[in-house]
Nanobody, 118 residues
Framework: QVQLVESGGGLVQPGGSLRLSCAASGNIFNSYAMAWYRQAPGKQREMVAT???????NYEDSVKGRFTISRDNAKNTMYLQMNSLKPEDTAVYYCNGKRVYPPPREYWGQGTQVTVSS
């Protein structure tokens, strides 16, 4: 069983920055593709950014150039650096991990609220 715990959310003004963290319960980054998702009120959960076991990253179009996903293998922690935040970035942000070899396993964190407002 893998546990993922997010932190770092909060209230920030438009144009500001936040860094989210996702602490994993073990050394999983060599066997789990990791991702950040978000869900705004009344909307479906959407992928924000992904990072493969090899370190390749991918971003949803609206956050390209503003958000950066990264991880620290020694700390078993994944990050999402969010810059130039906009009100439309307001959502609950979730950490996700998917095992890359069978049998499939997928885990979610509990979520952390990000609110962008003046």
């Amino acid at each position: 069983q893998v546990q993922l715990v997010e932190s770092g959310g909060g209230l920030v003004q438009p144009g500001g920055s936040l860094r989210l963290s996702c602490a994993a319960s073990g050394n999983i980054f060599n066997s789990y593709a990791m991702a950040w998702y978000r869900q705004a009120p009344g909307k479906q959960r959407e992928m924000v950014a992904t990072i493969t076991t090899g370190g390749r990253t991918n971003y949803e179009d609206s956050v390209k150039g503003r958000f950066t996903i990264s991880r620290d293998n020694a700390k078993n922690t994944m990050y999402l650096q969010m810059n130039s935040l906009k009100p439309e970035d307001t959502a609950v942000y979730y950490c996700n991990g998917k095992r890359v070899y069978p049998p499939p396993r997928e885990y979610w964190g509990q979520g952390t609220q990000v609110t962008v407002s003046s």
